[in-house]
């Protein structure tokens, strides 16, 4: 069974940063790729960053290249969203998803992934 478990999220304010994690269990984790995406309440989803199975391809929503980073440490079956210079439009609940074996970063940033964490809270004040 597959498992993705967020961690990291929390208040910070406006120009800080803040680094989220992704553990998974259950996957062939060096063959999918995976990503970031945020919701806020009443709002879509919003696709944030993506990173390549061999980790090789990042992609970067607009709104936060520059400032975001994605990166994975395949030993350690995690993914990793540093986060900097964030701003309160960064507030939102954050999600890591999985894609399935030989899954591309392009197919993440468009549709997901096929596995979900349950999402970490971000907060940024003014």
């Known amino acids: 069974q597959v498992h993705l478990v967020e961690s990291g999220g929390g208040l910070v304010q406006a120009g800080e940063s803040l680094r989220l994690s992704c553990a998974t269990s259950g996957l062939t984790f060096n063959r999918v790729a995976m990503g970031w995406f945020r919701r806020a309440p009443g709002k879509e989803r919003e696709f944030v960053a993506a990173?390549?199975?061999?980790?090789?391809?990042?992609l970067y929503a607009d709104s936060v290249k520059d400032r975001f980073a994605i990166s994975r440490d395949n030993a350690m079956n995690t993914v990793y969203l540093q986060m900097n210079s964030l701003k309160t439009e960064d507030t939102d609940v954050y999600y890591c998803t999985a894609g399935n074996s030989f899954s591309t970063a392009q197919f993440i940033r468009s549709v997901g992934g096929e596995y979900w964490g349950q999402g970490t809270q971000v907060t940024v004040s003014s």
């Open positions: 990173i390549s199975w061999v980790g090789g391809t990042f």
